[in-house]
């Protein structure tokens, strides 16, 4: 077992890599969020992520709830990789909505496309640019 408070996060990381590479499981002691006493999970990674916040996250299998989870690399106290393989199938994913296709022949049709794709401007309308407007002086 490898305490994760002796080692690097670096170091942390290429075991969990080397484990997903190899298709081993590994054992953690996990502490979550606002728990005060830590867990023992067996998991199986599929997925090493992060986040917006910029924390680093693993996306596994946990062989004692038989469910996809995900795992702060913050979080983990101590782990083991062992050397047996996976034996949970991963659910696929459910969530992907493919979007409509771009339009092809109109300029204008597919600027408003092209916005509707992102929800920050979605309300954003095009103007003409009129060099003596004085709103536009930086």
């Known amino acids: 077992m490898k305490n994760t408070a002796k080692q690097t996060t670096t170091k942390t990381?290429?075991?969990?890599?080397?484990?997903?590479?190899h298709a081993n499981a590994v054992t953690i002691t996990y502490l979550a969020p606002g728990d005060t006493e830590?867990?023992?999970?067996?998991?199986?990674?599929?997925?090493?992520?992060?986040?917006k916040a910029g924390s680093i996250v693993i996306v596994a299998m946990c062989r004692l709830r038989g469910?996809?989870?995900q795992f702060a690399v913050s979080g983990i106290r101590a782990y083991t990789v062992h050397r047996m393989a996976y034996v949970l199938d991963r659910p696929a994913p459910t969530k992907?909505?493919?979007?409509?296709?771009?339009?092809?022949?109109?300029?204008?049709?597919?600027?408003?496309?092209?916005l509707a794709r992102d929800q920050d401007d979605a309300d954003y309308t095009p103007r003409t640019l009129i060099q003596s407007d004085a709103a536009l002086v930086a």
Do not use: G, K, W
Request: glycine share 0%.
């Open 96 to 114: 992907y909505d493919r979007p409509a296709p771009a339009p092809a022949t109109d300029a204008q049709a597919l600027f408003f496309y092209e």
């Open 67 to 69: 469910d996809e989870r």
């Open 38 to 51: 830590p867990t023992v999970r067996t998991i199986e990674i599929h997925e090493i992520r992060t986040t």
């Open 13 to 21: 990381l290429a075991d969990l890599y080397r484990a997903l590479d």
